[in-house]
């Protein structure tokens, strides 16, 4: 977690660069002065740490186990086949799925669904 300094760290970097987006420069010259601005004001680090603290409190820890396993063997999958993809023809039809679906990654994606959606955990 970010600490009281940071915060505020944070909070004068995203005013600046409300002011940047706003100004009347050239897109390049505004690039230019949000960048340089971003690499002085040293605000990656405290930008970083609350953006992972939210991503891990909202995207895994208010998981339940099974869906953890899903997920990390999705993230398994599709490191080792990456977003290949399989054919599977059935009854003159054909579709392409990507091969992390056919190991039954599915079926928890559309549990994390419905628990998004309801708010709820699919019993």
Do not use: C
């Amino acid at each position: 977690m970010a600490s009281e300094k940071e915060r505020e760290q944070l909070r004068i970097w995203a005013a600046r660069i409300i002011e940047i987006y706003e100004s009347k420069d050239s897109k390049f010259n505004k690039l230019k002065l949000a960048i340089t601005f971003t690499y002085s004001s040293k605000s990656i680090t405290p930008f970083l740490k609350i953006a992972i603290d939210y991503a891990r409190r909202h995207i895994w820890s208010n998981r339940s186990m099974m869906t953890k396993f899903g997920m990390s063997g999705a993230a398994i999958g599709i490191v080792i086949f990456g977003w290949q993809g399989a054919g599977i023809a059935a009854f003159g039809t054909a579709i392409g799925v990507p091969i992390f679906f056919l190991t039954g990654v599915g079926a928890v994606f559309a549990g994390i669904l419905w628990q998004e959606l309801t708010g709820q955990e699919k019993s």
